[in-house]
């Protein structure tokens, strides 16, 4: 039997049957088994009239795939499916021709498929970008998502794909890699579309977005929730256990010491523009969400969630365990104050939809426990009672139109979902999306960016602690060199390092983002204008009795717009374009307001803003007209400032503020003003308290240098310093820096008190020569005078006295002015007898002393003058008085001042500087008052001294205030009763003497005439 040899196919049929196979196309007329394949009869006739053989090859590829695409054929696949099926059907032909024998046709087939997929790509991309090139009867009724959308979904996860078989290999690189920007731009918008549309409920609903769990806490949410490793991502230091390898500060900020600055400017560039694209990716995120009424409810849940599972991030020292990071929280501030830009225009006209009872009915943040402004939880509670059965209904807001508002980048919330407040009648409050947002941002800024700032601040201070310490242990080194020493400094220059690169993380990704500080004052100042509404609007005086709005209200809204506003200060340009009226006329308001804000602490902080805001010697501000020009300010801010100290009774950290006001114009005829009406009120309380601080400030600085120059002479000592150990050397040196930190506050303040005390006594003398007051000033006057030029003076020289504050010729010459401004005042004078009767520190020659001192500095003759003149009348004040004295003999005790006798008996050195008379010598009474409790009888300029430092009864403690005092008549009478009779008696017994010596003359002159 004679076998026939089957005919060799050549390179261009192989090629003609692979490609019709993937295009799934004909160009013969033919019965086919499969129904997929279409003939292309306009195609072939094209292909036969050009006189070419009815094969397809690669020059014939595109042109038949545009024909199969362009025609209407029955049953035939959507163009999208068509193509990735041509390409699915080449990959598999590129692995059977794999193991072809003829290596030159296996070489020409790859190539010819090789191009015919790249083609197959390219024109997907022309139909995703542009659906209606190819058309195809689609059933309407289906959905327009994108075909690639359930590819991708599939390349992801193939068995949660909903039957969509995943792409063949390396198609989606294909796709994406090989495309450029022209034709792949409007793919994947329409992929961004379709994703927002589709998959975006089905991501709330995930059981990944908001996790649960007995275990769960603020940190397993940044770590586990579907949003939480987005919003983790920051430069901002976290616990070691948490940072990456190596973390942003070693990255870019390692041995920070020896960069360039160009290098640190690039590094703080790139965070912060990397940290502003993720927080505008987020919050695009987010808005998206919201916007949908089906996503809206889950995405308020899980912000709400992230707060109250966080609550200790507001503690001073946080579990970074159990709470989430700074660097969340920062980026949640950031993506929470976009949120709320569309209602902080400029004129804020969307606060009337927040909601104040908010804190108290909407039960989605736990906002209940906070600290208020000034009701106390029992109050609160009372008021929440009264109100709900007052009223059938919590107060709520329509959600009609919420759709509409949200795409305005309004949106609202209707608060559907089941953690929904309701009222007392069970039925369900609603609350705008402005009033959650509001709210909710507020709470997120507490945790995050002002707690960040705190944060910076205790760093900064570390910094400082450990360079004062690195400093003493390299003085140790030198001295006396140990291993033990060497150690511990290269520790600490490591701690340092680190301590410096954590530093620049904050500032990178904080300090130096301007717009991120100037949005969060945007919404500070939507949050004071807000509540200064709840009042009755910017005006004073306030209301008398406080709304309980306000009074319920969380305190950290307005400490934390103090802080945010103190920091934004000290950073150059943050305030620049920022509108300050607000705030200015919010602390003017309420900084002496104890009724409305109850801690005494919160009021100093916006004392210390308008110290970071005052205008400077070395030029203007943003702030300078707020001082100048501003209504509220030029009526009510010295006044209130005098409040406010007297209230607190500071010490000396905020004296700058009334200096500053002092020397404008404006504000210093405020001083005058208020000095006339308040003689006896405010103003006298005022001078009181700054004269205490003054005392307590000096003497505490001088005892200090008095203990530095010790160590000084122990440290000089070289052989005995060397001798002792180690540790006791280490402890001694930081007691020593210690002691120059304290002294060098300390005088700081001092000279600023004093200064104040020249200043306002130059034009306002009455307040200080008011009898309960004169001896006070005379004795603090006097003390400093000992101080400066006594006998003890040598004993204070230091080396380097300006590196401690301690100006003792500049103090000198501002003690003496206060002397001789007080002198002109003194039109009654009272005040050389005052000075005179200061048993603990007069001394005449003390005058003749500073004197010479001030010639020796270049002292205006004309006061030093004056003051000599002083010194002569208080010589002769105090003569007086020794003979007054002498005259009056023994005083019986219930004629004498009580307090006196207690003061000089028992606690003479506790008090004598501070609430009571300084003299040595009992007092006799001039004008005596019966205290209303204890009923017992004291001298009027005394206890209204002690009324000025304490408002109560000295033996009982019983409250007391000046007008309750009750004038004794009679034993005052009694006593005008003893000064003339034994002034008659003085009389007497000096008109006896004379007579006697006249008698005796008379004899003797008779005598000698006989």
Known sequence: M?????????????????????????????????SRIVYLEMTAAEILSEGKDLKVNRDLVERVLIDRLSGQFPGAEPPFQYLLGCYRRATEEEKKIANMKDKNIKLELESSIKQAKKLFVSYCRIHLGNPDMFPFNSDPKKSNVSPLLPLIFADVDEFNSGGTQPP?????????????????????????????????????????????????????????????????????????????????????????????????LSSFTTIKTLMNNLYDDLEKVLFTLLKSSDTRENVLQYLAEVINRNPSRAHIQVDPISCASSGMFVNLSAVMLKLCEPFLDLNLTKRDKIDPKYVFYGNRLDLRGLTALHASSEEVAEWINKDNHGKAVVPSHSSDGEN?????????????????????????????????????????????LLKAFSD??????????????????????EQSPSPQLQLDIARLEKDLELYSQEKLCYEAQIL??????????????????????LVGGFKMPLPPTCPMEFASLPEHFVDDAMELLIFASRIPKALDGVLLDDFMNFIIMFMASPTYIRNPYLRAKMVEVLNCWMPRRSGSSPATTLFEGHQLSLEYLVRNLLKLYVDIEFTGSHTQNFLNTWEVPSHRNSWRQIAKEEEKGVYLNFLNFLINDSIFLLDESLNKILELKELEAEMSNTTEWE??????????????????????????????????????????????????????????????????????RKSLTLKDPEKYEFRPKQLLKQIVHVYVHLARGDTENIFPAAISKDGRSYNEQLFNAAANVLRRIGEDGRVIQEFIELGVKAKVAASEAMDTEAALGEIPDEFLDPIQYVLCTFFFFFFFFFSFPESVLYTLMKDPVILPSSRITVDRPVIQRHL?????????????????????????ARIEEFIRSQELKRHGDDFSMQSSKAAIQRTTGDMLID
């Open 948 to 972: 000025l430092s304490d408002n109560s009864d000295p033996f009982n403690r019983s409250h007391l205030t000046a007008d309750m005092l009750i004038p004794n008549v009679e034993l005052k």
């Open 456 to 477: 910076f601040k205790h760093l900064v201070q570390d910094i400082s602690r450990c360079e004062d310490s690195l400093s003493t242990l390299k003085a140790m080194q």
């Open 723 to 792: 001798r002792r150990p180690a540790q006791e050397r280490q402890e001694r040196t930081r007691l020593f820096h210690s002691q120059e930190n304290i002294i060098r506050i300390d005088m700081k303040l001092a000279n600023e008190d004093v200064s104040m005390l020249a200043f306002t006594s130059e034009q306002i003398t009455a307040p200080f020569l008011l009898p309960e007051m004169v001896e006070r000033v005379a004795s603090m006057l006097n003390y400093f005078l000992f101080q400066l030029v006594g006998p003890q």
């Open 512 to 533: 130096r983002d301007e717009a991120l500080i100037q949005r969060a004052l945007s919404f500070y100042r939507l949050i004071v204008v807000w509540l200064v509404g």
């Open 2 to 34: 004679a076998s026939s040899k089957k005919p060799q196919r050549s390179l261009e049929e192989i090629e003609d049957i692979i490609l019709r196979k993937i295009m799934l196309v004909s160009l013969t007329d033919s019965i086919v088994a499969d």
């Open 168 to 264: 063949p290999p390396r198609f989606l690189e294909d796709l994406f890699l090989e495309g450029d920007f022209d034709s792949l731009d409007p793919i994947l918008k329409g992929l961004y579309e379709d994703l927002r549309g589709n998959v975006i409920k089905s991501l709330v609903n995930h059981p990944w977005w908001i996790p649960k769990g007995a275990y769960l806490n603020g940190r397993v949410i940044e770590m586990t929730s579907i949003l939480g490793p987005f919003f983790h991502v920051s430069a901002l230091p976290d616990h070691t256990i948490f940072k990456s390898e190596p973390d942003v500060g070693q990255q870019c900020f390692s041995e920070v010491s020896t960069r360039r600055q160009a290098d640190l």
């Open 404 to 448: 509409r508002l949200l795409q305005s980048h309004e949106a609202s919330s209707s608060g559907s979902g089941a953690d929904n407040p309701t009222s007392s009648s069970g039925k369900k409050a609603k609350y705008t999306f402005i009033c959650e947002c509001f709210f909710m941002t507020a709470r997120v800024l507490n945790l995050g």
